[in-house]
């Protein structure tokens, strides 16, 4: 090849360079890489901080807050575990309430008092009746008919005894928040039984107490 010809063909290889360089890297826009999700913004008492998150959020800044007004019960349950005394031996309970008015409610309930040589279990169903006031405390009456049901030891050879019931008294329902006080109940149980070598009806009292928790929810607002 001539050196014309070669120096016409290194020319044309130079006017064609941008063209081909465009053809196999056409001008495009760079996409940066998606940036990471950021974090939702922390709460208030989340872990960050060390402490729990609340459950209810609506009670994350005042937790002791209550609404003001009349303390409302009516399609309402409870349920109360409790810690007492039956007579001079200890007592657990278990209570649980339903309200379907503000001033009346059914309660359920069922105690155990281990004693050392015989142990008893006291079932109750109870009427609670209250008037709701404006404030933390709240007091309320109860009656309730129940079995009181007396296993002896193992040392006794005796079947268990069954006897009915009759408990009348009353507490206060302390709250704390909306649905969560506490819970302390005074009652005064009669048992019906008979003696042996004696007719008719014997009756025996025993002062019942216990103090506990009581979860409140609202079955339908």
Do not use: C
Not at 7 to 36: F, H, K, W
Not at 67 to 79: A, D, K, L, T, Y
Not at 150 to 169: D, H, I, R
């Amino acid at each position: 090849m001539s050196p014309r010809r070669l120096a016409a063909s290194a020319a044309l290889l130079v006017a064609l360079a941008p063209g081909v360089v465009r053809a196999q890297a056409p001008d495009s826009t760079v996409v940066a890489p998606p940036a990471p999700p950021v974090a939702p913004a922390a709460v208030a008492g989340d872990s960050q901080r060390g402490a729990p998150v609340a459950l209810v959020p609506e009670l994350a800044a005042h937790p002791y807050r209550l609404e003001p007004g009349v303390r409302p019960f009516r399609q309402r349950i409870s349920v109360s575990p409790g810690y007492g005394f039956l007579g001079t031996e200890r007592l657990f309970a278990l209570r649980a309430t339903y309200n379907p008015q503000a001033w009346l409610g059914y309660e359920a309930s069922l105690g155990h008092n281990p004693g050392q040589s015989v142990h008893a279990v006291l079932h109750t169903f109870s009427a609670i009746v209250r008037r709701p006031i404006p404030w933390r405390l709240q007091p309320y009456g109860a009656l309730g008919y129940g079995m009181f049901i007396v296993f002896p030891g193992q040392a006794l050879k005796a079947k268990p005894v069954t006897k009915n019931s009759l408990a009348v008294g009353g507490g206060i329902d302390f709250f704390i928040r909306g649905d969560l006080a506490i819970r302390a109940d005074l009652r005064h149980a009669t048992m019906f039984g008979k003696q042996r070598d004696r007719d008719g009806t014997v009756t025996y009292g025993y002062s019942q107490g216990t103090i506990g928790l009581a979860f409140y929810r609202t079955v339908r607002p």
